[in-house]
């Protein structure tokens, strides 16, 4: 396995076929069964698969289509079909922006480079490498599937199995590309990030393309659209060539212009467009002299902290209210198309959407059901900002000037609650305006709670992130971001899952509640803040105990 | 930001022991492994102070927690009179700092840098930013990510130097430097000197160890096995004889001698020589012994700092 660049790639995916593979295996292979339970074979299946499809046809904005429940083909489907795009997605955006620039960044390819290989060479086999690891883990999946419905003894076309599984593989490999371009411009950080967004975009949009009319067109250019189309395990939509070929065109030309943009670029540089390259200035010396850079941002700690966090601040900021504005420019459509489906399901009023026929339910359930979790998500990048001081290995030299910990510290909380602050009023003001200029009034009270109370969540979960960091600023983010998922899970399916309420107010996101329909609960609100700053002084104590880590 | 410079002497502790640094029975362990045991150690104001060892030996350990990054498991230090622990920010104002691995903002430029980590230290000249700049042939106006492995280093050697600190704690500063930047460096730490800086300064470098630091000391797996001035470890050094006789003399006479190792006999020529290494101390008695033969010639090489220090570990080495 390690002959050639080729297999050692592959041989570096093996323990994430086998773990991403195996898993998705695994939940394949128990679908059997539950088809079985679920509808068993009763009298009553026909009712059962009808009032089944009634409410999963309600979450469509979420997961999109129902198809064929009565086969288990389509029971798949409708269950996973249009998550595993997401689930494989997750893996190749992390695998696609890590094969070239994350490997350039850790300094492996520099001594790869140094063997007689082209960048070329280099280039195209680990990407063959990383379609045979996508291979991998769709031929476990699909392994899983066969034996599911072989250990349930439901019908299955193995045709169709294989096929909707080089669909779901193939739309992987479409956000790989992605990944691996957008890997040429910026480091590796951004690339999974802003591949996330494409992801997260692309498959929205599809979702919301079915309900709203006027925004049919964006489907031509979607590439989850494409994917979407091909349905093999379900009889009534099978295989789509056109989708299918489509896709392979998607991929070819994304990893043919990655793969330009890195035959032309600067090793450990970013492409830039000939055009727009900033022409260096010539100079007789050696050493360019300059005045010293008076620039208020690098004032202190805190200036420059809030300096970094900018860029970040203005693109989740512009991202989410573009998604707001989105929302907000085919809010009449939505309204009419979805007011009696979203009336007549239960679901929704377990959720706390009471009265699905005024703005404000509308709006909360197709914007803030979202950016609640966008914002939490923002939290967490905050928090990783401050771990990665550390773990990069730059608070070895910060720490040598005459700043205490603790200050140091309670500065950099304070720039994640700034920075979290105006992100959250800069989607504030743009969805204030857009309900103005699209002429969806809402109650100002509940729509400024709704902010405040997006602000609190970030307060909560920088607080939390900060203590854990206290301890472990290897493992804080990661913990963090699992305790984010999990408090909403807890609150979306406390429910269903019939989980005590006690456990169920755990999370923030209960906590958060319905802003924008009832208003802002304060007492949890305060409760979060006192929390917080708890959390902060045991962060504080804990903090200046400990070693810093390399 | 401000231009307020500080200079050598002003607002500064004042120990009264006259030492710069003094580690006493400083330890720390990461669980069952060995970290550093037992470390005790001065290093007096105004001096150069070296500090040898090989990789892993607890030199980075030793110096974080003169810092304040790493907690001792016990035991103490104190610099500049000032415990390291209690009096960490007040340490840190008089202190210039330059770890062995270090990283920076990626998209900052070297200026900014700079002016930032000034900004953090209340003001610096920037002139003498400027100044060092110059000498070290950095080109500021790049950012971090496109400085190559050496002018990263210049980045950190002038954040250490650029406040004129009362003690320099240097961990392997010229890895990556080019020989022309090396010496300019060497001569900036000259003086820093005689500005009255002390200076700690680890490296396994042994020439500049030897052509810039008064003292030396050297760790082992994690302990503290020799403090000496750089003459004293001359005195160390095994002086490599080669005495030739114009007849056979009986090699265990010599071998038996204290403080003489490694005694080979040959002829060539038609000459009998005997080599052997010498301690210091012993030579005396060589010669006098050697003096009871035809002796026809006496030849003695000073071994360098680095044969010393290896010789050195290996004894040690063998000891325990």
Same mark, same amino acid.
């Given at each position: 396995?390690?002959?050639?660049i080729?297999l050692?790639?592959?041989?570096?995916?093996?323990?994430?076929?086998?773990i991403?593979?195996?898993?998705?295996?695994?939940?394949?292979?128990?679908?059997?069964?539950?088809y079985n339970?679920?509808?068993?074979a009763?009298?009553?299946?026909?009712?059962?698969?009808?009032?089944?499809?009634?409410?999963?046809?309600?979450?469509?904005i979420l997961?999109?289509?129902?198809?064929?429940?009565?086969?288990?083909?389509?029971?798949?489907?409708t269950?996973?079909?249009?998550?595993?795009?997401?689930?494989?997605?997750?893996w190749?955006?992390?695998a696609?922006?890590?094969?070239?620039?994350?490997e350039?960044?850790?300094?492996?390819?520099?001594?790869?480079?140094s063997?007689?290989?082209?960048?070329?060479?280099?280039?195209l086999?680990?990407?063959?490498?990383?379609?045979?690891?996508?291979?991998?883990?769709?031929?476990?999946?699909?392994?899983?599937?066969?034996?599911?419905?072989?250990?349930?003894?439901?019908?299955?076309?193995?045709?169709?199995?294989?096929?909707?599984?080089?669909?779901?593989?193939?739309?992987?490999?479409?956000?790989?590309?992605?990944?691996l371009?957008?890997?040429?411009?910026?480091?590796r950080?951004?690339?999974?990030?802003?591949?996330?967004?494409?992801l997260?975009?692309?498959?929205?949009?599809?979702?919301?393309?079915?309900?709203?009319?006027s925004?049919?067109?964006?489907?031509?250019?979607?590439?989850?659209?494409y994917?979407?189309?091909?349905?093999?395990?379900?009889?009534?939509?099978?295989?789509?060539?056109?989708?299918?070929?489509?896709?392979?065109?998607?991929?070819?030309?994304?990893?043919a212009?990655?793969?330009?943009?890195?035959?032309?670029?600067d090793?450990?540089?970013?492409?830039?467009?000939?055009?727009f390259?900033?022409?260096?200035?010539v100079t007789?010396?050696k050493?360019?002299?300059?005045?010293?850079p008076?620039?208020f941002w690098?004032?202190?700690?805190f200036? =420059? @902290? !809030?300096?970094?966090?900018l860029?970040?601040?203005?693109?989740? *900021?512009?991202? &989410?209210? %573009?998604?707001?504005?989105?929302?907000?420019?085919v809010?009449?459509d939505?309204?009419?198309?979805?007011?009696?489906?979203?009336?007549?399901?239960?679901?929704?009023?377990?959720?706390?959407?009471?009265?699905?026929?005024?703005?404000?339910?509308i709006?909360?359930?197709?914007?803030?059901?979202?950016?609640?979790?966008?914002?939490?998500?923002?939290?967490?990048?905050?928090?990783?900002?401050?771990?990665?001081?550390?773990?990069?290995?730059?608070?070895?030299?910060?720490?040598?000037?005459?700043?205490?910990?603790?200050?140091?510290?309670?500065t950099?909380?304070?720039?994640?609650l700034?920075?979290?602050?105006l992100?959250?009023?800069?989607?504030?003001?743009?969805?204030?305006l857009?309900?103005?200029?699209?002429?969806?009034?809402?109650?100002?009270?509940n729509?400024l709670?709704?902010? =405040? @109370? !997006?602000?609190?969540i970030?307060v909560?979960?920088?607080?939390? *992130?900060?203590? &854990?960091? %206290?301890?472990?600023?290897?493992?804080?983010?990661?913990?963090?971001g699992?305790?984010?998922i999990?408090?909403?899970?807890?609150?979306?399916?406390?429910?269903?899952?019939k989980?005590p309420?006690?456990?169920?107010d755990?999370?923030?996101?209960?906590q958060?509640?319905?802003?924008?329909?009832?208003?802002?609960?304060w007492?949890?609100?305060?409760?979060?803040?006192?929390l917080?700053?708890?959390?902060?002084?045991?962060?504080?104590?804990?903090?200046?105990q400990?070693?810093?880590?390399k | 930001?401000?231009t307020?410079?500080?200079?050598?002497?002003?607002?500064?502790?004042?120990?009264?022991?006259?030492?710069?640094?003094?580690?006493?029975?400083?330890?720390?362990r990461?669980?069952?492994?060995?970290?550093?045991t037992?470390?005790?150690?001065?290093?007096?104001?105004g001096?150069?102070?070296?500090?040898?060892?090989p990789?892993?030996?607890?030199k980075?350990?030793t110096?974080?927690?003169?810092?304040?990054?790493?907690k001792?498991?016990?035991?103490?230090?104190?610099?500049?009179?000032l415990?390291?622990?209690?009096?960490?920010?007040?340490?840190?104002?008089?202190?210039?700092?330059?770890?062995?691995e270090?990283?920076l903002?990626?998209?900052?430029?070297?200026?900014?840098?700079?002016?930032?980590?000034?900004?953090?230290?209340?003001?610096?000249?920037?002139t003498?930013?400027?100044?060092?700049?110059?000498?070290?042939?950095?080109?500021?106006?790049?950012?971090?990510?496109?400085?190559?492995?050496?002018?990263?280093?210049?980045?950190?050697?002038?954040?250490?130097?650029?406040?004129?600190?009362?003690?320099?704690?240097?961990?392997e500063?010229t890895g990556?430097?080019?020989?022309?930047?090396?010496q300019e460096?060497?001569?900036?730490?000259?003086?820093?000197?005689?500005?009255?800086?002390?200076?700690?300064?680890?490296?396994?470098?042994?020439?500049?160890?030897?052509?810039?630091?008064?003292?030396?000391g050297?760790i082992?797996?994690?302990?503290?096995i020799?403090?000496?001035?750089?003459?004293?470890?001359?005195?160390?050094?095994n002086?490599?004889?080669?005495?030739?006789?114009s007849?056979?003399v009986?090699?265990?006479?010599?071998?038996?001698l204290?403080?003489?190792?490694?005694?080979?006999?040959?002829?060539?020529?038609?000459?009998e020589i005997?080599?052997?290494?010498?301690?210091?101390?012993?030579l005396?008695?060589v010669?006098?012994?050697?003096?009871?033969?035809?002796?026809?010639?006496?030849?003695s090489?000073?071994?360098?700092?680095?044969?010393t220090?290896l010789?050195?570990y290996?004894?040690?080495?063998?000891?325990?």
């Amino acid at each position: 396995m390690l002959r050639n660049i080729f297999l050692k790639t592959l041989r570096d995916y093996r323990w994430q076929i086998l773990i991403w593979g195996g898993g998705i295996g695994l939940l394949m292979l128990v679908y059997g069964p539950a088809y079985n339970s679920v509808f068993g074979a009763g009298p009553n299946r026909d009712q059962i698969i009808a009032d089944y499809k009634k409410t999963v046809d309600s979450f469509s904005i979420l997961t999109g289509k129902v198809y064929d429940l009565d086969t288990f083909g389509g029971f798949i489907t409708t269950k996973i079909g249009s998550g595993m795009p997401i689930i494989l997605g997750i893996w190749a955006l992390l695998a696609g922006s890590m094969i070239i620039r994350g490997e350039e960044e850790r300094g492996s390819l520099d001594l790869l480079l140094s063997t007689p290989h082209t960048r070329t060479s280099v280039f195209l086999q680990k990407w063959a490498a990383l379609m045979l690891a996508m291979a991998g883990i769709v031929g476990l999946s699909f392994l899983g599937i066969l034996g599911g419905a072989a250990a349930a003894k439901v019908e299955l076309d193995p045709v169709g199995a294989l096929m909707a599984h080089i669909n779901w593989g193939l739309g992987g490999l479409v956000i790989c590309g992605f990944a691996l371009l957008i890997g040429q411009l910026t480091t590796r950080k951004a690339a999974a990030g802003w591949t996330g967004g494409i992801l997260a975009g692309t498959f929205l949009l599809n979702n919301l393309v079915v309900n709203v009319e006027s925004l049919k067109w964006t489907q031509y250019i979607n590439p989850a659209y494409y994917a979407s189309l091909s349905q093999p395990l379900a009889r009534s939509v099978g295989t789509n060539w056109v989708g299918i070929i489509v896709q392979v065109l998607f991929m070819v030309v994304l990893v043919a212009i990655g793969l330009w943009m890195y035959r032309q670029r600067d090793h450990n540089g970013y492409f830039e467009l000939r055009v727009f390259k900033r022409s260096e200035s010539v100079t007789s010396r050696k050493v360019r002299l300059v005045a010293e850079p008076k620039e208020f941002w690098l004032r202190n700690n805190f200036t =420059f @902290g !809030l300096r970094n966090a900018l860029p970040g601040v203005i693109i989740w *900021g512009l991202s &989410l209210s %573009a998604y707001s504005l989105l929302i907000l420019s085919v809010f009449d459509d939505l309204k009419s198309s979805m007011v009696d489906l979203l009336n007549s399901v239960d679901f929704f009023k377990q959720l706390g959407f009471l009265n699905l026929t005024n703005n404000e339910n509308i709006l909360s359930l197709f914007i803030f059901l979202f950016t609640v979790l966008l914002v939490a998500a923002y939290a967490v990048v905050q928090v990783s900002g401050w771990t990665s001081e550390e773990n990069s290995g730059r608070l070895e030299l910060v720490l040598s000037t005459p700043q205490p910990r603790w200050r140091f510290l309670l500065t950099n909380f304070g720039v994640a609650l700034a920075s979290s602050a105006l992100m959250v009023g800069l989607v504030y003001v743009i969805f204030g305006l857009s309900t103005w200029a699209f002429n969806v009034p809402v109650s100002f009270g509940n729509t400024l709670a709704a902010y =405040f @109370g !997006l602000w609190i969540i970030c307060v909560i979960i920088e607080a939390v *992130g900060f203590v &854990l960091a %206290a301890f472990g600023p290897g493992w804080a983010v990661g913990v963090t971001g699992g305790l984010v998922i999990l408090s909403y899970l807890v609150n979306t399916l406390g429910d269903t899952l019939k989980l005590p309420q006690a456990v169920v107010d755990l999370s923030v996101f209960k906590q958060y509640g319905q802003p924008l329909i009832e208003g802002l609960k304060w007492t949890p609100q305060i409760v979060m803040v006192v929390l917080s700053i708890i959390f902060i002084g045991v962060a504080i104590y804990r903090f200046r105990q400990r070693d810093i880590t390399k | 930001m401000s231009t307020v410079s500080q200079v050598a002497g002003a607002n500064r502790p004042n120990p009264a022991t006259g030492l710069a640094i003094q580690a006493q029975n400083l330890t720390k362990r990461y669980g069952q492994a060995r970290g550093v045991t037992d470390l005790n150690l001065e290093v007096r104001e105004g001096e150069v102070f070296g500090f040898l060892g090989p990789n892993g030996a607890g030199k980075t350990t030793t110096i974080r927690m003169f810092l304040n990054l790493l907690k001792p498991t016990s035991g103490r230090v104190t610099l500049l009179g000032l415990d390291s622990q209690q009096d960490s920010v007040e340490i840190r104002k008089h202190i210039g700092y330059l770890p062995g691995e270090f990283s920076l903002y990626p998209n900052l430029t070297g200026a900014k840098t700079l002016e930032y980590f000034a900004n953090l230290r209340g003001g610096v000249d920037w002139t003498r930013i400027k100044n060092m700049a110059e000498r070290l042939e950095l080109d500021l106006t790049k950012k971090f990510r496109q400085y190559s492995r050496g002018n990263k280093q210049k980045v950190g050697i002038i954040q250490a130097l650029m406040h004129h600190p009362r003690l320099l704690v240097l961990d392997e500063p010229t890895g990556g430097l080019d020989p022309l930047n090396q010496q300019e460096f060497y001569k900036m730490v000259e003086e820093a000197r005689q500005e009255g800086t002390t200076v700690f300064f680890s490296s396994h470098i042994m020439s500049e160890v030897e052509k810039i630091c008064d003292r030396v000391g050297i760790i082992r797996e994690g302990q503290l096995i020799k403090v000496g001035n750089i003459v004293d470890l001359t005195d160390l050094k095994n002086h490599h004889i080669e005495l030739i006789f114009s007849e056979k003399v009986p090699a265990e006479v010599f071998a038996k001698l204290p403080g003489v190792d490694h005694v080979e006999a040959s002829s060539e020529e038609g000459r009998e020589i005997l080599r052997c290494t010498v301690r210091s101390e012993a030579l005396d008695h060589v010669v006098k012994t050697a003096a009871h033969y035809p002796l026809v010639d006496f030849i003695s090489r000073e071994p360098s700092l680095e044969e010393t220090f290896l010789d050195y570990y290996r004894n040690e080495g063998k000891a325990s």
